[in-house]
């Protein structure tokens, strides 16, 4: 593997470092459109959460035999889609940037939709439907990053892993639910 980036020296670390200290972990090194990966992260966690929402909705909502043990499935994956909200929240103020939780913009900036669905297999379809936007959305920022901001991209990663477990659940409670548990 060959690699084109050179090393800096201690003399130019220390004498960069110096310059511009009122933007905090934004140093000269950064390498990425901070202006572009900012407005990313809002649109993630607009559509963290809508997210949130949507699994609250539902877990509140589910019904019928399934209910009780699909609705508590909803309220975790509801908790560490916050989870994800904060993180991304964090990131953005430690980038300089503010996050966005008004509630004007979140259906605006989400990826996602908050659709409320009545049944337990829709709400299930919907909430694996989220899932599969989350997680192409961030597979696409982490490659759109590359290795400019690697910090962002390692928690854009790790959240992706989550993303990924949470569809791969519900794809799991869709495929266990009999066909005439209240799905019209
Ligand atoms: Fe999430
Ligand atoms: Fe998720």
Same mark, same amino acid.
């Given at each position: 593997?060959?690699? =084109?980036?050179?090393? $800096? $020296?201690?003399?130019?670390?220390?004498?960069?470092?110096?310059?511009?200290? #009122?933007? %905090?972990?934004? $140093?000269?090194?950064?390498?990425? *459109?901070?202006?572009?990966?900012?407005?990313?992260?809002? &649109?993630?966690?607009?559509?963290?959460?809508?997210?949130?929402?949507?699994? @609250?909705?539902? /877990?509140?909502?589910?019904? %019928?035999?399934?209910?009780?043990?699909?609705? +508590? &499935?909803?309220?975790?994956?509801?908790?560490?889609?916050?989870? /994800?909200? !904060?993180?991304?929240?964090?990131?953005?103020?430690?980038?300089?940037?503010?996050? *966005?939780?008004?509630?004007? =913009?979140?259906?605006?900036?989400?990826?996602?939709?908050?659709?409320?669905?009545? $049944?337990?297999?829709?709400?299930? @379809? &919907?909430?694996?439907?989220?899932?599969?936007?989350?997680?192409?959305?961030?597979?696409?920022?982490?490659?759109?990053?590359?290795?400019?901001?690697?910090?962002?991209? !390692?928690?854009?990663?790790?959240?992706? +892993?989550?993303?990924?477990?949470?569809?791969? #659940?519900?794809?799991?409670?869709?495929? *266990?639910?009999?066909? !005439?548990? %209240? %799905?019209?």
């Amino acid at each position: 593997m060959t690699t =084109s980036h050179k090393l $800096t $020296t201690v003399r130019a670390l220390r004498s960069q470092a110096r310059k511009h200290i #009122e933007h %905090g972990a934004v $140093t000269a090194g950064y390498n990425a *459109d901070r202006a572009k990966v900012l407005k990313l992260l809002n &649109e993630a966690l607009a559509t963290e959460i809508v997210c949130v929402l949507r699994y @609250r909705r539902h /877990h509140f909502m589910a019904r %019928g035999i399934h209910g009780q043990s699909v609705g +508590a &499935e909803f309220l975790v994956n509801s908790k560490e889609e916050q989870g /994800h909200a !904060d993180l991304l929240a964090a990131r953005i103020v430690q980038l300089g940037g503010e996050p *966005d939780f008004s509630p004007d =913009s979140l259906s605006q900036l989400s990826y996602a939709e908050y659709v409320s669905a009545k $049944t337990l297999p829709n709400m299930i @379809r &919907e909430n694996l439907v989220a899932e599969r936007i989350a997680i192409d959305s961030y597979r696409d920022m982490v490659l759109y990053l590359g290795d400019k901001d690697p910090t962002t991209s !390692d928690l854009l990663k790790k959240i992706l +892993a989550v993303e990924e477990e949470h569809a791969d #659940e519900l794809a799991d409670l869709l495929e *266990d639910l009999p066909k !005439d548990s %209240g %799905g019209r």
